[in-house]
């Protein structure tokens, strides 16, 4: 079965440093998305992106986020300037509109700020 | 704004009893609901998709209801065992396709 995948999957960055973190969609799926969580914190979203621009985002989604589709398969997410509490599980995730609405997860990423 | 609980936030069974978990949403518009499972440290796998327009549905021994005029939904676990010792995520698909979640059920199954 299709599997969404997302790299790396730990990734230590000191505070200041812009981190990118990247995901492979499921191919035929349109809708892409980010959430973080937070440890111990409920999973929370953080934008949307659909025919290659942001759909919807979260009030969280400042301007030291920023997300882009650099070459048809790969989907990222930038933290220009990292701080302490964006240490947190990042999620990729797409929705498959043919099989109900159904949304996918990747593995996570787990980003440390230090 | 769409607000998600679940209680208990976490429990205790001994092998072999069922489980019951709550999960309860305050804006009844939504277009379906998903309930996933969490182990520690890992990503989410979802376990069952109930449409809006759906009272239940079942996968093996996890049955999941959803009464939405009422915003509520109980994931049902018959017969636990020790490896369904994780945390389960209920959320609710709203608004412009984007999901709200709730905090989580932490369930442990004692062999």
């Known amino acids: 079965e299709p599997e969404v995948t997302q790299t790396p999957s730990h990734q230590v960055t000191q505070m200041g440093q812009e981190v990118i973190l990247r995901c492979v969609p499921i191919?035929?799926?349109?809708?892409f998305y980010w959430y973080r969580q937070i440890l111990g914190q409920k999973v929370e979203f953080l934008v949307s992106f659909y025919n290659n621009e942001i759909s919807e985002k979260s009030e969280i989604f400042d301007d030291q986020f920023s997300v882009e589709r650099p070459d048809g398969s790969n989907f990222t997410l930038k933290i220009r300037s990292t701080k302490l509490e964006d240490s947190a599980m990042y999620f990729c995730?797409?929705?498959?509109?043919?099989?109900?609405?159904?949304?996918?997860f990747g593995p996570g990423t787990r980003l440390t700020v230090t | 704004k769409q607000e998600v609980t679940q209680i208990p936030a976490a429990l205790s069974v001994p092998e072999g009893e069922n489980l019951v978990l709550n999960c309860s949403f305050t804006d009844s518009a939504i277009y379906n609901l998903q309930w996933f499972r969490q182990d520690p440290g890992k990503g989410l796998t979802s376990l069952l998709l109930i449409q809006s327009s759906q009272r239940e549905q079942t996968s093996g021994r996890l049955n999941a209801s959803l009464d939405k005029s009422s915003g509520r939904s109980t994931l049902y676990i018959a017969a636990s065992q020790p490896g369904d010792s994780a945390t389960y995520l209920c959320?609710?698909?709203?608004?412009?396709?984007?999901?709200?979640f709730g905090k989580g059920n932490q369930v442990v199954v004692i062999p």
């Open positions: 191919s035929n799926h349109l809708y």
């Open positions: 959320a609710v698909l709203y608004g412009n396709n984007r999901l709200a």
């Open positions: 995730a797409t929705i498959n509109m043919g099989r109900q609405y159904e949304q996918y």
